[in-house]
């Protein structure tokens, strides 16, 4: 997992440590000294830590004008040890929304495993977006079943093309587009 970085092609468009209004602004990395772990398994010094021992974080991309942010995570999201989607929304999300952001992204990829515990987080968090959405790109088959198995998926947009979506041949402002085109034609 310690050669696993976050995706870096869009760093030219946004850095999140240079962004005065992220929660990780100034923060730095040591690109030689590997101090984050899953469990036993050091994890690139790219990725953020907000709090959660087993999930880790990269803001790849926000635009505070059109609402959105694309989040990539990877590890173990693990709510029924660590609630991690208390620390997710308190350390991270709530910030951003704070900014204005209600469209968020988020890129499992290398989300290695779910365990659920309740729901009353995803449910907070969808109520506090009303006009935005949640989306999870291409997370892995057993990990949407758990969020389908507890009845999260009515506060999440999975699914279909999302589930597959080559994200990486993108620029942010497609992607977004993209996913903002595939949630739209679910409701309508």
Same mark, same amino acid.
Request: hydrophobic fraction near 40%; avoid cysteine; charge should be negative.
């Given at each position: 997992m310690h050669d @696993? &970085?976050?995706h870096y092609h869009w760093l030219?468009? #946004?850095?999140?440590?240079?962004d005065e209004r992220s929660p990780f602004y100034e923060t730095i990395h040591s690109e030689f000294e590997y101090s984050n772990a899953v469990y036993n398994y050091l994890i690139h010094p790219q990725w953020d830590h907000f709090g959660s021992p087993t999930l880790y974080?990269? *803001?790849?991309?926000v635009d505070y004008e059109a609402g #959105?942010? *694309?989040i990539e995570l990877i590890g173990e999201w693990n709510d029924v040890i660590q609630n991690d989607i208390m620390t997710f929304k308190r350390e991270l999300i709530e910030l951003m929304q704070d900014e204005? @952001?209600?469209?968020f992204i988020l890129i499992g990829d290398n989300v290695l495993n779910f365990h659920a515990s309740d729901d009353s987080y995803y449910q907070e968090w969808y109520d506090d977006i009303e006009d935005g959405w949640i989306a999870l790109v291409n997370f892995r088959d057993h990990v949407l079943d758990e969020f389908k198995q507890?009845? *999260?998926d009515y506060f999440l947009n999975f699914g279909g093309e999302l589930d597959v979506l080559l994200w990486r041949k993108y620029t942010p402002l497609q992607m977004f587009k993209?996913? &903002? &085109? @595939? @949630?739209q034609h679910r409701l309508s």
């Open positions: @696993i &970085e976050p030219h468009l #946004y850095n999140s440590v240079e974080t990269k *803001i790849l991309f #959105y942010s *694309i204005g @952001i209600d469209k507890h009845r *999260i993209k996913v &903002e &085109e @595939i @949630i």
